[in-house]
């Protein structure tokens, strides 16, 4: 019941008569269950913006974002931030406090999606995450709308990601992709094919998690006069989220492979190329699986164009026949197994029925239909304080004071609050190897040990306040600890 929370809006003066009928009911058949309409109206009625304290503008337009962002920055000083939801809670964290919020998910400019014989026009409003679809844009030659206060430009995918990141008066209104089916339908008296592929490694296997590498290839092909080959024309090749600020293109291989017959060769003398340019960092993690990903795109991208019976004068490895043939290397005195079809039945012993037998986990359903609500999703009541521990850094250190930076802590901390606030005994917890004290005394004894507890009005403020606490140490005259 708490992880569902249904337990969260009952009351102490309640029966446990009043506390059970409050529960939605059970129901065996595992039809929907969803939460009680009362409690999502309960909870609702609490999520009240505090406007004494902060403002939020919500413009519906682009000539009103204009206006707020000038009204806001004509002011006296307060800090601004330009939000799209609840960007603060998921990949961009929120560190600082900010005195004015502007939410841009009313405005239609830009979230719609428009599309006519040029190419298509989609709404943007974020930049600077290693994401697929950057990748993707720089491939295709978009370009991006800018607009900074009454001014607007227009520039390319790869000029907007050199740049540094936006102001807060400046927008990413938009992203222009062009019309590749136009573009090519107008070179059809060449007779060339677009080739388009998009790449992706990450750790999970389903793409929910940022990759490793992802990649966007690109290139016109048309058939060689000469030869049974096709020669690469216009192409271009993208790669990003390995380590770098932002996507990359890879210009001189384009330049290398414009014009040519791809052939084991020509691919071999790409891929060096290509790992010249796609560089990472030395404490980038998989830096080696990282740089072959990139090869390997390369290569998987042209495979199919390259000859399966091309020999190589040079003596290099033909992967693309080793990958397409890879009856070559089998063994012939074999005879190669035939996939075949079996059916097994299994009898249970029913002694011990029901043990033994799925069933569906309880509260499965209201989780995967959206309707249950998670403690982090509950408004905190009136008044309530929220604590944040402030965490040693030192594994064994004389602790002197602590002290919270005046300019970067929010208008709501309430207290700090350590071993010389507790009126008993400092004791966290008992165990077979004695007591442990709660909060840090005068010495820490290991690192990440509670040293305080940071009150404040939310606990966006107590983290943010706890992250930027300083805490004085004096390691004079003490023995080195010993490390495990």
């Known amino acids: 019941m708490e992880d569902l929370g249904f337990n969260f809006f009952w009351r102490k003066r309640d029966s446990k008569e009043v506390k059970i009928n409050s529960l939605p009911f059970y129901n065996h058949s595992n039809e929907i269950c969803t939460f009680p309409e009362f409690l999502k109206n309960e909870y609702r009625s609490a999520l009240l913006l505090d406007c004494r304290r902060y403002s939020w503008y ?4 682009i000539k009103e974002l204009q206006r707020s962002l000038s009204s806001v920055e004509d002011g006296n000083g307060s800090r601004v931030k330009v939000v799209v939801g609840n960007t603060g809670m998921s990949y961009y964290k929120e560190l600082e406090s900010f005195d004015k919020y502007i939410d841009l998910r009313c405005v239609p400019e830009l979230s719609m999606i428009r599309r006519d014989d040029i190419g298509m026009i989609i709404g943007a409003n974020r930049n600077h995450f290693p994401s697929d679809i950057a990748t993707v844009l720089l491939a295709v030659s978009s370009l991006v709308n800018l607009m900074n206060g009454l001014k607007s430009e227009e520039i390319t995918m790869e000029e907007f990601l050199r740049r540094h990141e936006l102001d807060s008066k400046s927008i990413l209104v938009s992203v222009k992709i062009p019309d590749w089916d136009r573009i090519m339908s107008i ?11 998009t790449y992706r490694v990450a750790p999970r296997p389903l793409g929910n998690a940022l990759p490793y590498l992802n990649a966007t290839l690109m290139a016109k092909i048309s058939r060689c006069a000469s030869s049974n080959g096709m020669v690469v024309g216009d192409c271009r090749f993208a790669f990003g989220a390995y380590g770098t600020k932002h996507a990359i ?15 084991v060769d020509v691919l071999y003398e790409a891929v060096k ?10 404490d980038t993690s998989y830096l080696a699986y990282r740089s072959s990903l990139a090869a ?3 290569f998987e991208f042209f495979s199919h164009l390259v000859e399966g019976n091309a020999e190589s004068p040079n003596g290099y490895v033909n992967g693309y026949s080793t990958l397409m043939s890879p009856a070559r290397h089998l063994d012939h005195g074999k005879v190669s197994t035939l996939l075949t079809s079996g059916k097994q039945e299994v009898e249970l ?5 029901p043990v033994g037998e799925p069933i569906a986990k309880s509260g499965a359903v209201i989780q995967a239909s959206g309707e249950v609500v998670y403690v982090d999703d509950i408004p905190s009541p009136t008044n309530c304080l929220h604590g944040a521990f402030i965490f040693s850094t030192k594994p064994l250190a004389r602790v002197k004071g602590i002290k919270l930076k005046p300019k970067s802590v929010a208008d709501g901390v309430n207290a700090v609050i350590s071993f010389k606030d507790i009126l008993g005994e400092n ?5 077979g190897f004695g007591p442990e004290p709660l909060f840090a005394d005068d010495f820490t004894r290991w690192t990440g040990q509670y040293i305080a507890l940071l009150v404040a009005d939310t606990q966006k403020h107590a983290d943010m306040a706890a992250d930027l606490a300083v805490v004085d140490y004096d390691m004079e005259n003490l023995e080195p600890p010993i490390y495990l």
């Open 187 to 197: 070179s059809l008296g060449t007779k060339m094919k677009l080739l388009f592929e």
């Open 249 to 263: 293109r890879a210009t001189k291989v384009e330049e290398f492979l414009t014009g040519k017959v791809p052939s």
């Open 58 to 61: 919500s413009p519906v337009s």
């Open 427 to 431: 004791l966290g917890i008992k165990t």
């Open 273 to 282: 190329l290509l790992r010249s340019i796609v560089v990472l960092d030395d």
């Open 349 to 353: 012993n029913k002694q011990y029925h």
């Open 296 to 298: 390997g795109f390369l």
